[in-house]
């Protein structure tokens, strides 16, 4: 399952949401990447997600394959976008 999301977070993506969002992603059971760009990373990890420098405006797709894969993308578009 796959979707693009707008961030609209209104600070930008440092340290401290990256490590929330993160820990929500580890939540789930399913397989769960970033893909921005040419770049795709695991939302599991930390130092991938860093390495996105996503800021507001941008435009993520978030590929999570699994049991709980709708669920996923639906709590981590939340987080993305409030």
């Known amino acids: ?7 609209r977070m ?3 993506m440092e340290a ?4 929330h969002l993160v820990q929500l992603a580890n939540q789930f059971g399913s ?3 970033f893909e ?3 770049k795709k990373v695991n939302a599991k990890s930390i ?4 390495s996105l420098v996503l800021t507001t405006g941008d435009v ?6 699994g049991d709980d894969e709708a669920q996923a993308i ?4 939340k987080f993305l976008t409030e």
């Open 74 to 77: 639906t709590e981590l578009e």
């Open 31 to 33: 397989s769960i990447y």
């Open 47 to 50: 130092m991938g997600m860093m």
């Open 16 to 19: 401290t949401p990256i490590a």
């Open 60 to 65: 993520v797709t978030i590929d999570a394959e």
């Open 10 to 12: 209104t600070d930008s």
């Open 1 to 7: 399952m796959r979707k693009d999301v707008t961030v």
């Open 36 to 38: 921005m760009d040419t």
